[in-house]
C-alpha cells in the first residue's frame, strides 16, 4: 500500500497540477483570445513560442529555468530584489516550471475553440446592446465550455506527468517537491517494485478516466450540434 | 432622414456609398449579388471599423470624421441572412438578450403581444437547433425589435429558406414593417421583394450608389441604372375588386383602371378578399405598345395611357418608355426599331398591353 512520503507525493502533485491548471486558465483566455482574434504579424512568433514546449526535452526547459531561479539569474535577482525567499527547490517554482511547460496544452484548445466561433455570435451581441467584456461573458464563455474543459483536463493530466523539468528545478525534497512521477522512480531505483505499481498504475488509471471523460463529453457534445 | 456617405476600401472591393432617404419607412438596398450590399449594410451598423465617411440617422450622428459610434450604442436591430441565434440560449433568452441590457425600456411593446403576432409563441422553451428556418428567422426579428432599435437592418432575410415558408415569412413582413414605426433597411437582389416591401429605393452597382430615393421615382427614372437592367418593372397598388371574372382576379387600381390577373389561388394557396390593399409588379418588357386599340385579343389588359417620358438614349436596342396611365406610372420596354417605326414622342397618346403582372 501507499507510505507516507507517497501519500505527501500524491498530495503535492494534486496541488501542483491544480494550482497550475487554474494560473494558466486565467492567464490563457487573454493570451488565446489575442492569439485568436488579432491580426498582429507577431502572432506567428508568439505562436511558435508557445509550442515551444512540445518539441523541446523538459530538461531543456528545467535548465533554464534553474539558471533563472539561480541567485544571479533574472528570477532569482527580481525574488531577492523583492524580499522574498528564492523559488528554486519550492512549491513555486515547480508551479512556475509546470506552468511554462503545459501552456501550450491549455492555450491551443482555446485558441482553436475562440477561432471557431466565428465573429457572427459577437457582432449580433454588439448590436444588441452588449459591451466587450458583455460579449465576452455571455457569449464567448458559453460557447466555448468544451474548449476550457479539453484546455483544463490536458493541462491538469500533463502537469501530473511532468518528470524533467520537476527534477531540474526542483529537486526531490519529500513533503516538498516530490511529486508522483518522482516517487516512482525513486522506489524502481530502490527495486521496490510493489511501491512503484501501487503508484504507476493509480496514474495511469487516473489519467485514463480523466481522457474517457473528456472524449465522452465531447462526443455528446458533437451529438448535440448535430440534432 | 437618413443622410450616408460612407467610404469602405478593402482588398478586392471599394465601397463608396453616397445617399438619403426618409427616416421612416422600408427602404430596400437592392443591387446584384456581389455590389456591395452586405457591405453597406455592415458599415451602417457599424461592423465594419475601417469604415469612413459620415452617417446620420434621423439626426444622430453615428459617424463623422471625428467620432465613430461603437455598435453597441447605436442600437442598430440586424436580421441577418442565416440564422444568428445563440444556440447556447433557448428561444426566450434570445428574444430577451437585447432588451435586458437597455438602460431603460422607453417603448412599452406588449411582449406578448409581439410573439404571437410573430407566431412563436410554442416555441419559447426550444433551443434554436431545433427551430427551422423560417422560425430562426422570426425569432431573430422578434429579438432585434424587442432591443427597441432606431434602425432596423435586414440582409436578404428570406434567402436561405424554402419556397414555401418564404413566402409565409413574406406575408408576415409585409404587414410587419408596414406597422412599426422605426426605419428598416432592406436588403435584397429581389425585384419581388423590393416591389412588395419598399417605400423607397437604394441602387447599388459596383459598391456605388446609382440612384436613390422614393421607389416610383427610381422605378421611374427611364435613364437609370435599372430601367437598363433586365429587371426594370413598375410597382401599381390597388384593391381586389368586388365583382370578378369567372377564373380571374380583378384589381381595382382607381382612376377607372381594372386589371384583370389568372386567378392562381388555387396553387398558391393564397386567399385574396375583395377590398384588400394589393400590389402588382409589372416587368418593363411585359408591356408593349399600340397605336390603336386592338380588337379581339387575348392579352387581358389593355388600357389607354399617355407616353410620359422616352429614354434618351437606345441601350442595347431597347428604349424605356415611361407611361402615364390616370396617374399611375407604368414602364414599358420595346426596341429602339418600334419607337422609330410608331414615331413615339412624349406626351403622345398610346394602348399598353400587359401581357403578366404578378400579383404579389
Redo the contacts between chains.
Keep these: 500500500m501507499l507510505s507516507q512520503p507517497d501519500i505527501a507525493a500524491l498530495i503535492i502533485t494534486l496541488k501542483l497540477a491544480g494550482t497550475t491548471t487554474l494560473i494558466l486558465l486565467l492567464l490563457g483566455t487573454p493570451l488565446a483570445w489575442w492569439l485568436a482574434t488579432t491580426r498582429s504579424r507577431a502572432r506567428s512568433s508568439i505562436e511558435a513560442v508557445i509550442a515551444l514546449p512540445l518539441v523541446l526535452p523538459p530538461t531543456v526547459l528545467g535548465f533554464y529555468l534553474l539558471l533563472a531561479f539561480s541567485p544571479d539569474g533574472p528570477i532569482g535577482v527580481t525574488t531577492a530584489a523583492l524580499g522574498l525567499p528564492s523559488i528554486a527547490f519550492s512549491f513555486w517554482g515547480l508551479v512556475l516550471g509546470s506552468a511554462i511547460y503545459s501552456l501550450p496544452f491549455v492555450v491551443q484548445p482555446l485558441q482553436n475553440s475562440f477561432a471557431g466561433l466565428g465573429r457572427?455570435?459577437l457582432?449580433?451581441?454588439?448590436?444588441?446592446?452588449?459591451?466587450p467584456l458583455?460579449r465576452f461573458i455571455?457569449?464567448v464563455l458559453?460557447?466555448s465550455k468544451m474548449g476550457y474543459l479539453t484546455a483544463a483536463v490536458l493541462g491538469f493530466a500533463h502537469t501530473l506527468g511532468e518528470f524533467g523539468v520537476v527534477l531540474m528545478i526542483g529537486g526531490n525534497i519529500p513533503g516538498e517537491t516530490q511529486v508522483l512521477s518522482i516517487a516512482i522512480y525513486d522506489h524502481v531505483e530502490a527495486l521496490e517494485y510493489s511501491q512503484a505499481h501501487w503508484l504507476a498504475a493509480g496514474l495511469l488509471l487516473c489519467s485514463f478516466l480523466v481522457l474517457l471523460m473528456v472524449y465522452s463529453a465531447n462526443r455528446k457534445f458533437h451529438l448535440?450540434?448535430t440534432? | 432622414m437618413i443622410e450616408a456617405d460612407l467610404q469602405l476600401s478593402k482588398s478586392d472591393f471599394k465601397l463608396d456609398a453616397n445617399f438619403s432617404v426618409p427616416g421612416r419607412g422600408v427602404t430596400a438596398v437592392f443591387g446584384p449579388s456581389g455590389c456591395g450590399k452586405t457591405t453597406l449594410l455592415r458599415v451602417i451598423a457599424g461592423l465594419e471599423p475601417e469604415a469612413t465617411g459620415s452617417l446620420s440617422v434621423n439626426s444622430e450622428q453615428w459617424l463623422d470624421a471625428s467620432a465613430r459610434r461603437p455598435v453597441e450604442q447605436r442600437r442598430v436591430g440586424v436580421v441577418f441572412q442565416n440564422s444568428s441565434l445563440f444556440p447556447h440560449l433557448t428561444v426566450q433568452e434570445n428574444l430577451l438578450y437585447g432588451r435586458q441590457r437597455l438602460r431603460k425600456v422607453t417603448k412599452p411593446i406588449e411582449i406578448n403581444q409581439l410573439i404571437a403576432s410573430l407566431e412563436i409563441e410554442k416555441l419559447l422553451l426550444r433551443y434554436p437547433g431545433d427551430l427551422s428556418g423560417g422560425e430562426k428567422q422570426r425569432v431573430a426579428l422578434g429579438r432585434a425589435l424587442l432591443a427597441e432599435p432606431k434602425l432596423l437592418l435586414m440582409d436578404e432575410p428570406l434567402s436561405a429558406l424554402d419556397r414555401s415558408s418564404r413566402e409565409k415569412l413574406m406575408l408576415l413582413l409585409e404587414k410587419f414593417l408596414q406597422e412599426i414605426d422605426i426605419p428598416v433597411f432592406y436588403v435584397t437582389h429581389s425585384s419581388e421583394e423590393v416591389a412588395r416591401l419598399a417605400d423607397n429605393l437604394v441602387l447599388l452597382a459596383n459598391g456605388a450608389v446609382t440612384d436613390h430615393g422614393f421607389i416610383q421615382d427610381v422605378l421611374g427614372a427611364v435613364d437609370g441604372e435599372l430601367s437598363r437592367s433586365d429587371t426594370a418593372f413598375s410597382v401599381i397598388e390597388g384593391k381586389i375588386a368586388t365583382k370578378q371574372l369567372p377564373g380571374l382576379i380583378s384589381v381595382d387600381c382607381g382612376a377607372g383602371i381594372v386589371l384583370q390577373l389568372p386567378d392562381s389561388t388555387a396553387i398558391s394557396g393564397i386567399r385574396y378578399h375583395s377590398g384588400s390593399g394589393v400590389r402588382l409588379r409589372i416587368r418593363a418588357r411585359d408591356v408593349s405598345l399600340c397605336l390603336e386599340q386592338p380588337q379581339r385579343s387575348s392579352i387581358l389588359n389593355i388600357l389607354p395611357a399617355v407616353i410620359a417620358q422616352l429614354s434618351a438614349e437606345p441601350y442595347n436596342g431597347s428604349r424605356v418608355v415611361k407611361l402615364d396611365m390616370a396617374g399611375k406610372q407604368l414602364l414599358s420596354k420595346i426596341s429602339e426599331y418600334s419607337v422609330q417605326q410608331l414615331g413615339l414622342q412624349e406626351s403622345q397618346p398610346v394602348f399598353a398591353q400587359i401581357k403578366s403582372a404578378a400579383l404579389i
Design positions: 457572427m455570435p457582432e449580433v451581441a454588439a448590436t444588441l446592446g452588449a459591451g458583455d455571455s457569449v458559453p460557447l448535440m450540434k440534432i
